[in-house]
């Protein structure tokens, strides 16, 4: 899945972190919305329906994740998705 990591930019996308992929998380921006976890480790669905899930989400190392989740970091905005809608249709 680090194709996935790379559409959405390679690196954490509040701290700038970029030395693991697999310190990367996908953070759902709007929780209530979020369908499954993605985790880089786990994927065993399709492009067709990882893409749309990850365009819910953020990415960010494990340490921001966690700041985010806790309330004292801010969640950055969502990024453009060209990246990512190009790695869907790819897969077609």
């Known amino acids: ?11 954490c996308s509040s701290c700038g972190f970029d030395v693991s992929h697999t310190a990367m998380d996908f953070h759902h921006v709007d929780p209530t919305s979020k369908r499954f ?22 990415l960010v190392c494990a340490n921001c994740h966690t700041e985010i989740e ?4 801010e969640c950055p905005p969502q990024p453009d998705y060209n ?6 249709q790819a897969d077609t």
């Open 70 to 73: 806790a309330g004292v970091r």
């Open 83 to 88: 990246a990512v809608l190009a790695l869907a």
């Open 37 to 58: 976890t993605l985790a880089l480790d786990r994927f065993t669905r399709s492009w067709g329906k990882i893409v749309p899930e990850a365009m819910k989400c953020i």
């Open 1 to 11: 899945m680090i194709q996935l990591v790379e559409a959405f930019g390679g690196c």
